[in-house]
């Protein structure tokens, strides 16, 4: 007689994320010819450590870390500093290009032909400070692939003010997503063609 496996012992997918250390612009140039943004300082930390202590804090619970430019220095970096240890509950894997990018598009190519990537998983930059808690983001992103399995990717984009600080006015996006379904059908950059 064959035993039915529990449902509580239903083996779960391990979320899992991509952090590019590139951001491929040249907004810090020629600062970022020498040090790759993820490792600049804010408050004497590298920015790349606000990125994965953000994800960490949201569950992630294995982060690649890809890298085009200035690889060697990331290496380095989260090898030396011990990241991995002290993000105790997240595996850390720092890949390198192995062909030149100059794109998003270009280092996911990459990280697909590794084969990494076993399921839905969280994308971003690793210059990102955030407190925002993922969990619902992903949970609805979840509900939504249940029923749409063409919904590929879930965006979270959020309202700077006018006002702030953070805002620039070069910065300044266009969205439009539909109200019925919250799909996006429109995002376009200010000054970008």
């Known amino acids: 007689m064959v035993k039915q496996p529990d449902s509580d012992l239903a083996q779960q ?21 020498q040090v790759p943004k993820a490792l600049m300082p804010l ?10 202590e953000f994800l960490a804090a949201s569950g992630v619970q294995e982060i ?24 105790a509950s997240v595996r850390l ?10 794109s998003a598009g270009d280092a996911l190519r990459e990280v697909e032909a590794l084969g990494v990537i076993t399921s839905d998983f969280v994308l971003c930059h690793a210059d990102v400070v955030s407190n925002l808690e993922l969990g619902s983001v992903i949970a609805a992103h979840k509900a939504r692939r249940e029923s749409d399995r ?7 984009l959020r309202r700077v003010p006018a006002g702030s600080r953070s ?3 070069e910065d ?16 376009e950059q200010a000054g970008k063609s």
């Open 13 to 33: 997918s391990v979320l899992q994320a991509v952090v590019l250390a590139d951001s491929f612009a040249q907004a810090f140039r020629p600062v970022s010819y």
């Open 43 to 52: 408050v004497n930390v590298p920015m790349i450590e606000y990125t994965l």
């Open 64 to 87: 690649f870390v890809f890298c085009c430019a200035h690889a060697e220095q990331v290496i380095s970096y989260v090898r030396d500093s011990q990241l991995e240890l002290r993000l």
């Open 93 to 102: 894997h720092v890949l390198a290009a192995k062909s030149p990018c100059f």
């Open 150 to 156: 063409d919904a590929v990717m879930t965006t979270v």
């Open 167 to 169: 805002h620039r006015a």
């Open 172 to 187: 300044a996006t266009l969205v439009a997503t539909s109200g019925e379904t919250g799909r996006l059908l429109l995002y």
